[in-house]
């Protein structure tokens, strides 16, 4: 019995680490071999192409057909000098992860002969068999057809013998069906917004980007004893296992000497990311045992959303190569920390000016203020959009339970930027006196930057907070497409700037008032507006969570409640105001994500209903006939007496028995809830059914089966245990 348990931990008992042998070349001259960068490119094709690629990246320029050939031309040249043998669009579908279909450069031309072809035709434009992908009804009533376009804005790269061309992925009738086209579409709305209330302050600013760093967590297991457990396999996560006697309550593994096996899989980790461009700088040891991050430097955030879903998919190539799985599920173990994945953001000017970060003059604070006071309001309004932007199946497991930012929203700033704007919401009404405002720019606008140097308070519990000069989305999950949260935040900023823009404007002109003292009444009532979304005390407090209610802040716990703002009207509008999403996209989204939920809380479902019923009830029962065996031999020896010798078996036997009847019934009664929420037609209710009459049962199901696991004989078990799969090395 229990074979494949003990096998997988021989095997990883023997496990030495991987040899990894640096490259002869040093990181710094490594970065971006294999990426066609704009200073490559000017080594491949003819200026007049090179000039066009970096105007379309630069102002969104179109680049036709001719010199779609020459820049095809000189891609292929290149990628062929690094090994390529095919070439692929990439891109995003809606199932969250990244899409590849290979060609060969090779063509046979006829006796015998053979070239490599690869035209601008096949770099623009590609017809992938999209039928397969989530489209949430698009395809069926508008075009059978999808097709991959090229965005030059995110550089082709070489992975392995692939030449890899960033794409979006759009139906024949133009809505998107990818994460990457409406977050496009947004960034090019803040830029709009954010470059007009910029140049406010400064006229040479002419464009405004978002930057992204992500902070990747993820867990490390050995791939045999990963193996052993179906639940691992499939769901990414453990259905069932009783707690380790150690967790993470000595705290003794959070930045700690990181263990040879998982060091030698980041170093080759690091060699893949860095010659692909993804500027990996940080690697650590997280809280919960082989829970490790990862993080770059930031980048545009186009590019950084491109290079998260890249580096997710490279580490599960590379841990292979090092006999080990990646979990990036949110929460493989209940009961430890599970993962997230921090979004650092922020907005950048083309003068170099990072719009969240204070100055040194009170002009540059004033620009300050009105970028970090706006992107507060934007979130009190969207607060909701914001929360749903991160919902998932997995996330659910995470978001509010004591280790995670709750899933109410809410926005932390610390102590001095507190008191500055407590200082504005006092401005007065109207014009400002000149003494008011020589007062306001030297003593509170005009201190920024010196209070915030020693700016020490940081707080771990807030999903949205301020850090200095970004802000950090903490709530996003460690599996999500950063994407969505992106694509939605940057919408919601600009809608905000854009009013402010017209606000201030209208104050101007309307009521004469000179720019600054527009801007300080503007900025006023938005800091009143935005009063409630703003906390700063322990978000994972039961206090909160009352105090929270009392403002009307909402707490939505699963993903089906938090889904559904997103096809509210306030929501249609403001995409549509942004030409983001049009309601036929944000329908099918709304669609997809909700099939997407049911799926995996039914997928999850049946396997837990299998290992309980083929794994540990038939466990539970050979244990249980050797206790039975014993009290007859007891029995045997002391006749009348027995009882006296056999009485805890007894009772042991007993126990047992209940457990394996409530597994039983447990298990009938959520397949029962299972056939009735199948037939619910429409995707919101059969969600909720989903949600909340088959997804309790796990837990039921899986109290018996963790209580099982504690009395039956070891030798027996035949489930990996917690502490082998978090302490085996
Ligand atoms: P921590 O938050 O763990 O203390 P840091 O503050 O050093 O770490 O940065 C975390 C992440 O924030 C890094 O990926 C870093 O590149 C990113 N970051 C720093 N500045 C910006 C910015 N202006 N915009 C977006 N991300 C940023
Ligand atoms: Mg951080």
Redesign the pocket.
């Known amino acids: 019995m229990a074979t494949i348990r003990f096998q997988a931990l021989q095997e990883t008992l023997n496990r030495k680490p991987v040899a990894v042998t640096e490259p002869s070349l040093r990181r710094s001259e490594l970065y971006a071999s294999n990426v066609f960068t704009t200073s490559t490119a000017k080594h491949y094709m003819p200026k007049e192409a090179y000039n066009a690629v970096v105007d379309a990246i630069t102002h969104g320029k179109k680049i036709d057909r001719k010199v779609a050939d020459q820049v095809a031309s000189g891609m292929k040249a290149w990628a062929i000098s690094k090994g390529a043998t095919h070439y692929t669009h990439w891109f995003q579908p809606l199932t969250g992860t990244t899409a590849e279909k290979h060609d060969a450069f090779f063509e046979p031309v006829g006796d015998g002969a053979a070239i490599d072809k690869f035209d601008g035709g096949q770099l623009v434009q590609q017809e992938p068999d999209a039928s397969s992908f989530p489209s949430g009804g698009i395809r069926n009533t508008f075009e059978a057809r999808g097709y991959t376009a090229w965005d030059p804005t995110s550089p082709a790269f070489v992975m392995g013998t692939t030449l890899c061309i960033p794409t979006v992925f759009v139906s024949y009738t133009g809505e998107a069906l990818d994460n990457k086209t409406p977050l496009l579409r947004a960034l090019q709305s803040i830029d709009q917004a954010a470059t007009e209330v910029a140049r406010y302050f400064d006229k040479n600013v002419n464009k405004v980007i978002c930057?992204?760093?992500?902070?990747q967590e993820y867990f490390l297991v050995d791939s045999a004893l990963a193996a052993s457990r179906p639940d691992l396999q499939m769901a990414g996560r453990l259905l069932l296992g009783h707690e380790a006697a150690k967790g993470q309550q000595l705290e003794d593994h959070y930045f700690g000497s990181i263990p040879d096996r998982a060091l030698a899989f980041m170093r080759e980790l690091e060699i893949e990311c860095i010659s692909l461009s993804i500027p990996v700088k940080t690697r650590h040891n997280e809280v919960a045992p082989n829970q490790f991050e990862i993080?770059?430097?930031?980048e545009e955030a186009n590019l950084a959303v491109d290079h998260n879903s890249l580096l997710m998919d490279v580490m599960s190539k590379v841990a292979a190569r090092h006999n080990l799985k990646v979990l990036l599920h949110e929460k493989p173990f209940a009961g430890i920390n599970g993962s997230g994945k921090h979004n650092?953001?922020?907005m950048?000017t083309d003068t170099g000016v990072?719009l969240?970060s204070p100055g040194k003059t009170p002009k540059s604070n004033l620009m300050f203020l009105s970028f970090f006071i706006s992107t507060i309001k934007a979130v009190h309004d969207y607060a909701d959009l914001l929360r749903a932007s991160i919902a998932s199946a997995n996330n659910d497991h995470r978001l509010g339970a004591n280790e995670a930012p709750p899933a109410i929203i809410s926005v932390f700033i610390g102590q001095q930027l507190t008191a500055v704007l407590d200082e504005l919401e006092r401005v007065t009404d109207g014009n400002l006196s000149p003494e008011e405002k020589t007062e306001l720019k030297l003593n509170v606008v005009g201190k920024i930057p010196e209070i915030l140097l020693d700016n020490t308070d940081r707080n771990r519990t807030s999903p949205f907070a301020f850090?200095g000069?970004?802000f950090?989305f903490r709530a996003v999950g460690s599996s999500a497409n950063c994407a969505k949260p992106m694509m939605v935040l940057s919408t919601i900023v600009a809608q905000q700037l854009r009013e402010f823009k017209a606000e201030v404007d209208a104050l101007i002109e309307k009521k004469k008032m000179k720019k600054d003292d527009a801007i300080f009444n503007v900025l006023r009532e938005y800091v009143k507006a935005s009063k409630k979304i703003r906390f700063e005390g322990d978000g994972y407090s039961d206090d909160w969570v009352e105090e929270a209610k009392k403002r009307g802040l909402n707490n939505f716990k699963t993903t089906p409640e938090a889904l559904k703002v997103q096809v509210s009207k306030q929501a249609i509008d403001l995409y549509a105001a942004h030409a983001v999403m049009n309601k036929v996209e944000i329908e099918a989204r709304y669609e997809i994500e909700l099939e997407e939920y049911i799926k995996r809380v039914q997928i999850e479902g049946r396997i837990l209903g299998d290992i309980a019923t083929n794994h540990v009830i038939p466990t539970a029962i050979a244990y249980q006939n050797t206790l039975i065996a014993n009290v007859r031999g007891l029995k045997e020896i002391f006749e009348k007496d027995y009882t006296k010798y056999a009485a805890q078996q007894i009772d042991l036997v007993k126990s047992i028995s209940g457990h394996i009847g409530s597994i039983i019934s447990d298990v009938d009664a959520m397949i029962e809830e299972r056939k009735k929420a199948n037939v619910i037609d429409h995707a919101d209710k059969k969600a909720d059914a989903y949600c909340n009459k088959v997804k309790p049962y796990f837990d039921k199901i899986r109290y018996h089966c963790d209580k099982l696991e504690l009395m039956v004989d070891d030798e027996l078990w035949p489930l990996t245990k917690y502490r082998e799969l978090l302490f085996t090395r």
């Open positions: 930057t992204l760093g992500w902070e993080a770059p430097l930031y650092n953001w922020s950048g990072n969240l850090t000069n970004k950090e």
